[in-house]
């Protein structure tokens, strides 16, 4: 597969050329984007939840800043850890970014993992502009320590069963969303325009074997590069545990070692087990959306030489 060929191929044809790299995490979507960016004369828009926050940088496997430097990248570290952005705020920012550089005649990258945020910007979802409900979440976010997400799942059943349909019982931080959505008197729309960009989608498909053993030696890596110090800080900067932030990978498995309640091979054992699960349930988002041309490792590896 000659990647580069086809892209360009797709990028003459075009009007408004989007390429998209999507994948769970540990799959190389960061390397082939860089990749990608230098021999199309892109720019790099970041469609990663996590990737938003500040201070954040080893436990979401956030580029440096150095190599930031030699790609224009967006969209990352442009919150504090105690604020949000609605998925409406990011296809907001995400979409005027994607138009500038259009008209500037770069071509706009958009590289992630969060499913919801490349649906929002490719399939031009119409949703709500409901503001955060702080102590809602926090009511939620204690219930479900108590009772498991599944009580809150259940709840947001009652409430909106199509929009329980598309969110995966596990995945609180969107259930709670579409609580609050709906608790503000509006249901969670999923209306769809189709998208204004003609867009390029690119996957990487590792064998399942062989993505979990990138992930363990990514947590690895993370350890190594700092990730207990980063955490520290954060609680020490009077970041509270239940902030959604705070909740991330990489950031509540090592809370527990922190405050002296486990050791940390034991938080490690469970990152890679949380890490696992949460690309499992991305791949399985992924694997609904029919128009992605999922790149073979050998054809990374051949690219990235």
């Keep these: 597969m000659d990647l580069i060929k086809e892209i360009k191929a797709f990028i003459k044809k075009s009007e408004n050329p989007l390429i998209v790299i999507l994948g769970p995490t540990g799959s190389g979507k960061t390397a082939l984007s860089l990749e990608l960016a230098k021999k199309l004369k892109g720019e790099v828009i970041s469609a990663d939840s996590r990737q938003l926050y500040k201070g954040m940088e080893i436990s979401t496997d956030t580029l440096s800043k150095e190599d930031q430097g030699k790609i224009p990248h967006h969209l990352l570290g442009i919150i504090k850890p105690d604020e949000a952005i609605s998925v409406a705020e990011y296809k907001t920012k995400a979409t005027k970014l994607i138009d500038k550089l259009q008209k500037n005649k770069k071509i706009p990258i958009l590289v992630g993992g969060t499913g919801l945020y490349i649906s929002a910007i490719t399939e031009g979802y119409s949703i709500p502009k409901i503001p955060p409900n702080l102590a809602l979440r926090k009511r939620l976010m204690t219930e479900a320590k108590k009772k498991g997400n599944e009580a ?3 709840r947001l059943q009652k409430l ?55 992930i363990e030696k990514r947590v690895d890596a993370q350890i190594k590069r700092g990730l207990v110090n980063e955490v520290k800080s954060l609680l020490d900067q009077k970041y509270l545990p239940d902030l959604p932030s705070m909740t991330s990978l990489g950031v509540k498995e090592i809370i527990p070692h922190i405050k002296k309640n ?15 699960h949460y690309a499992k349930r991305q791949l399985t988002w992924f694997r609904k ?7 073979k490792p050998k054809d990374l590896k051949e690219l990235l030489k």
């Design 262 to 276: 486990m050791p940390l091979d034991k938080c490690i054992e469970i990152l890679k087990k949380n890490t696992r």
């Design 289 to 295: 959306v029919k128009k992605i041309n999922w790149l």
């Design 160 to 214: 909106d069963p199509h929009a329980a349909k598309k969110i995966h019982p596990n995945n609180l931080r969107y259930v709670i969303r579409a609580i609050e959505i709906n608790m503000a008197g509006k249901k969670k729309q999923d209306k769809k325009d189709g998208g204004k960009y003609d867009v390029y989608m690119v996957g990487i498909d590792w064998p399942r074997a062989d993505l979990y053993k990138r």
């Design 152 to 154: 809150i799942y259940k």
